[in-house]
């Protein structure tokens, strides 16, 4: 393990301010940085007025408390070409994607990391509910301490060979312990209200979002059909975009039991809704995965979680290749939703994931490149998506 | 921490604060008060003001206190239009003007102003002739000439006389934002007879918060803040004793010092040029075409580098640089003033040094030195 100068990631939060806090009791020299990976001024004023964000400044003022160097790398471009780009992207194509797992694989980590190379800092370092654990003098990323926080969910797709030299300092710990060690350094962000908003979204209002992007007359943000599965029309949507897989939500009444969306079809607009009993699925296929371990055989049992927050489930490998990897779940699942991420685990080791492109009955999704049964899961196996419902947490 | 970035804010200087210091108990009080302790806080203000008025050749009766730059240049502009929104009014500004200049243009505009920006040659000088050929039709129109006197980015000295005598051909007015060059450059009125003239402390060692507005006998200009009739209702508010006593104080050491100072921050300049173009070949030192550049400003760019990177790699040398205008949130956006002059690009890197009474050579050596470990030891290579 690589010991003297890290880099650390300092959102202005309070497990980010703890991990530095960490990092220097432990004898390092650390050095903050703060990602500026978005101007929410943007929106409201013609003067840029980011030099005031709030993140930026409570992190600021955490260095210095802790006496560390403190900067700011601008990463605007770069996030709103691989991150907000793809959310809009994706949503369009009736999918529900996880902009922090697209941040953490493609704009955070290799920014620290190039960064890192460039001020000679050896090690990088995060505050997020995951370890790093040493099997056979191999860095691997393992579920948190605290389950209910753990955030690897997130992770699965940061490059590799990054583990080595990231350090988690706040994974083995649970989120009060964080905020009393706060509190104990007389951090100003020891009692900061945990942020549940995707940080480019505010108020949480994604629709507000891609109307900006994409303009009020897109076919995501225009009426269509809500139809049954037997193709039945029952009722007129506001724009596709709007729902995601096991919505109850604004959905049309007066059915005998709860209706769910099911599948969002954008060709046609369609929203296809059913009872609970359509929504499960026991088998899945992802795509654009990455290991962060040796690459699992078919066959092998490994664990599964397909969403946020969601238990760790029993799964079978039946196929894996260079793109992705197909999965019978042991017990079925609700709303296995294209967009979201499934990541692997053998214990409290992380695999690796991949993207859900498709969910079905058991046996229906064989390989990596089965043919889609839902329409929304027919795309080219080069393109990369990622997504998940929009209420999960930030990370 | 070695500062190279005077034109960002140059530190208090001792004799500054001594001054200042030295009139607490005499000064500190409102110079509206009536009573005894008023009057002294009003002498105070008024020597001031008649010292600071005198670098550039002007009455005390044509010197206003603001709360500093940003604050002048937008009385000058924006009162400029406003006193004449019946008249069909124009603002003739450059493209490379600070941004007190550039957004209250802007918001001029929006109020029914006519607003031109005149372009620059690729060393960002603004040349009288396009000045001319803005004005040649509407003469009778109330116009604004605003033009700085030397930028705040890239250090072009503008031939601020040639454009003066220009716009009072046409019968306008000219307003110079000299906030970079005051206290060095000979702004005496019977060179440059500017009618107005914004001018700042803090850029010359005195304190921040505290500005003035040179603004000639007979030029009508509306308040943009209302209150009291201080500064005759320019500036409205409660004045700043302390702070003028220390912003005259700033300038006297500044004349006093020109004579000497000046040749050296040029053989500074120079020598930094030198060190850094040796080492990085590719070095593109900016403005340097240009007639005259401000003495203790160098602005070079590294192609082919990350700004941010190199930035931050220079700041935990221990050097204190900018990139040409100051963000805190570490933003860097594509400068304006090098899209005017042609310059810049992707993947380029700016790096703006500038000196102050206390530079030395060694500081500059280092400045050097921290730049190049940076970039030749290809650590902040741009990622594309």
Redesign the interface.
Same mark, same amino acid.
């Given at each position: 393990m690589s010991v003297g100068k890290i880099l650390v990631a300092m959102s202005g939060g309070v497990d980010s301010s703890v991990a530095a806090a960490f990092l220097v009791e432990q004898g390092h020299t650390v050095?903050g940085?703060t990602l500026?990976t978005f101007?929410y001024s943007e929106i409201d004023g013609? !003067?840029?007025t980011?030099?005031?964000?709030e993140g930026?400044a409570d992190a600021r003022s955490v260095a210095a408390r802790l006496g560390i160097?403190h900067?700011?790398?601008?990463v605007?471009r770069a996030f709103t070409d691989d991150v907000i780009d793809d959310f809009v992207a994706e949503y369009a194509a009736g999918r529900t994607p996880i902009p922090c797992v697209r941040c953490n694989s493609f704009t955070k980590f290799r920014d620290l990391v190039?960064?890192a190379? !460039?001020?000679?800092c050896d090690g990088i370092a995060t505050g997020h509910y995951a370890r790093i654990v040493r099997r056979e003098g191999v860095a691997h990323l393992a579920r948190a301490e605290d389950d209910g926080k753990d955030q690897t969910y997130f992770l699965w797709g940061i490059p590799r060979d990054v583990l080595a030299r990231l350090h988690l300092p706040v994974g083995d710990l649970r989120k009060p312990d964080v905020r009393a060690a706060a509190r104990t350094l007389d951090l100003r962000t020891a009692d900061k209200p945990e942020s549940f908003e995707i940080c480019f979204v505010p108020d949480n209002d994604y629709a507000g979002v891609l109307r900006r992007y994409l303009g009020n007359d897109h076919p995501a943000l225009s009426p269509g059909a809500f139809v049954m599965e037997d193709g039945r029309a029952v009722g007129q949507h506001d724009g596709y975009a709007r729902f995601t897989v096991g919505q109850r939500r604004g959905l049309p009444g007066g059915f005998p039991e709860a209706m769910f969306v099911l599948e969002i079809r954008p060709a046609t607009r369609e929203v296809v809704i059913g009872p609970r009993a359509s929504l499960v699925a026991s088998s899945l296929r992802a795509s654009g995965a990455n290991w962060l371990a040796e690459r699992p055989e078919p066959g092998e049992e490994v664990g599964v979680r397909i969403r946020h927050g969601a238990a760790v489930v029993p799964a079978e490998v039946v196929a894996v290749d260079q793109d992705g990897f197909a999965l019978e779940l042991a017990l079925p699942q609700n709303a296995v939703t294209p967009g979201q991420s499934a990541v692997l685990y053998r214990d409290e080791v992380v695999l690796g994931g991949g993207v859900i492109h498709e969910a079905g009955a058991p046996g229906q999704c064989l390989s990596p490149s089965a043919s889609a049964r839902r329409s929304n899961a027919s795309r080219p196996s080069s393109e990369r998506s990622f997504g998940t419902r929009i209420t999960t947490r930030t990370s | 921490m070695i500062y190279l970035d005077h034109a960002a804010s140059s530190p208090l200087r001792p004799e500054v604060w001594e001054a200042m210091r030295s009139r607490l108990g005499t000064a500190d009080f409102n110079p509206a008060s009536t009573h005894a302790c008023g009057r002294q806080a009003q002498d105070a203000l008024d020597e001031a003001r008649a010292k600071i008025a005198s670098a550039v050749g002007a009455s005390r009766g044509e010197m206003f206190f603001t709360a500093g730059g940003t604050a002048s240049d937008n009385v000058a502009v924006l009162g400029f239009v406003r006193r004449r929104l019946g008249e069909r009014p124009r603002v003739v500004t450059s493209a490379i003007e600070h941004k007190a200049v550039l957004?209250a243009a802007?918001q001029a505009a929006r109020e029914g102003a006519d607003v031109v920006f005149l372009p620059v040659d690729r060393h960002g000088q603004v040349d009288p002739d396009d000045l001319d050929r803005a004005l040649a039709d509407g003469d009778d129109r109330p116009t604004l000439v605003s033009v700085m006197w030397a930028n705040n980015e890239v250090g072009t000295i503008q031939p601020i006389p040639a454009l003066v005598e220009v716009a009072h051909r046409h019968g306008a007015l000219f307003h110079s934002d000299a906030v970079q060059g005051f206290g060095k450059l000979d702004m005496r009125s019977e060179r440059a007879p500017v009618d107005l003239l914004t001018a700042t402390a803090h850029k010359l060692g005195g304190p921040v918060g505290i500005g003035a507005l040179v603004c000639r006998r007979g030029t009508c200009l509306e308040p943009l803040v209302f209150g009291g009739a201080q500064e005759r209702g320019i500036w409205p508010g409660t004045q700043n004793p302390i702070g003028a006593v220390g912003f005259a104080a700033a300038v006297r050491l500044c004349l006093d010092e020109r004579e000497s100072h000046l040749p050296n921050y040029r053989a500074l300049r120079e020598l930094l040029a030198a060190e850094l173009r040796t080492a990085i070949p590719n070095l593109v030192v900016h403005a340097e075409g240009a007639e005259e550049r401000l003495p203790n400003l160098l602005s070079v760019g590294i192609p082919g580098t990350?700004q941010?990177?190199l930035l931050?790699?220079i700041?935990?040398a221990g050097i204190a640089v900018s990139s040409g205008s100051a963000?805190?949130?570490?933003?860097?956006?594509g400068s304006h003033v090098l899209d005017a002059m042609g310059a810049g690009g992707e993947d380029y890197s700016v790096v703006r040094f500038s000196f102050g009474p206390g530079t030395s050579e060694q500081d500059v050596r280092a400045g050097a030195a921290a730049v190049i470990e940076?970039v030749v030891g290809a650590?902040?290579a741009a990622?594309s």
């Open positions: 050095v940085a500026k101007c013609p !003067a840029k980011c030099c005031g964000l930026i160097a900067v700011v790398f601008d605007e190039r960064r190379d !460039a001020l000679d | 957004q802007k990350d941010g990177t931050v790699a700041d935990l963000c805190s949130s570490g933003s860097s956006t940076a650590r902040v990622a």
